[in-house]
């Protein structure tokens, strides 16, 4: 079980404005920053959004991220169909000796 | 471009040792803190652990403390796991990625199957 929640599922139409979230606690997303990442179906993990609300280069800025205390969400808006797949949150923690945590992962369906 | 190429994966039977490689290229190898992430089948990724760029700082999940070593060798522009007593919940793919706790890039992984 993750220490990150996120919502097993999420759904728009093409064009939509679409957000998930991932909460936390105080010794991960409380005090460190969140990073997010895309998996799309038969890949390896891609990150899109790093430190909370920043994008890589090559990143559309459909893509947005935010956070408020122990808790992260991303947004996509202009909802595209390329767009489905596996999102997860992740964040470093400082509990036992630190680790990065990642959430169980939210999987999106462009409807 | 970076690039990152892992390999060495395979069917191991419980208990038994696989050594993973992961071979770096399209960037200064040895100036970037390295890291490990695995994911099970249907699973989300889970940090393994990471490595400083002179290898002198290590870390570790705890689930693999004392069972994965994670070593490089900055001339060969390789980063390796050392994956010994493997039990069936080591069954994963593994990635292997730039970065200390951000996971920057990724390679495409290497599937470990432990089962007898």
């Known amino acids: 079980q993750s220490v990150l929640t996120q919502p097993p599922s999420a759904s728009g139409t093409p064009g939509q404005r679409v957000t998930m979230s991932c909460s936390g606690g105080s010794s991960n997303i409380g005090r460190n920053t969140v990073n997010w990442y895309q998996q799309l179906p038969g890949t390896a993990p891609k990150l899109l959004i790093y430190n909370d609300n920043q994008r890589p280069s090559g990143v559309p800025d459909r893509f947005s991220g935010s956070k408020s205390g122990t808790s992260a969400s991303l947004a996509i808006s202009g909802l595209q169909s390329e767009d489905e797949a596996d999102y997860y949150c992740?964040?470093?923690?400082?509990?036992?000796?630190?680790?990065?945590?990642f959430g169980g992962g939210t999987k999106l369906t462009v409807l | 471009e970076v690039q990152l190429v892992e390999s060495g994966g395979g069917m191991v039977q419980p208990g038994g040792s696989l050594r993973l490689s992961c071979a770096a290229s399209?960037?200064?190898?040895?100036?970037?803190?390295m890291s490990w992430v695995r994911q099970a089948p249907g699973k989300g990724p889970e940090w393994v652990g990471n490595i400083k760029q002179d290898g002198s700082e290590k870390y570790y999940v705890e689930s693999v403390k004392g069972r994965f070593t994670i070593s490089r060798d900055n001339a060969k522009n390789l980063l390796y796991l050392q994956v010994n007593s493997l039990r069936a919940d080591d069954t994963a793919v593994y990635y292997c990625?730039?970065?200390?706790?951000?996971?920057?890039?990724w390679g495409q992984g290497t599937l470990v199957i432990v089962s007898s």
């Open positions: 990625t730039r970065g200390r706790t951000t996971a920057e890039h």
């Open positions: 992740a964040a470093w923690d400082d509990s036992l000796s630190g680790r990065v945590l």
């Open positions: 399209g960037f200064g190898f040895g100036n970037y803190w």
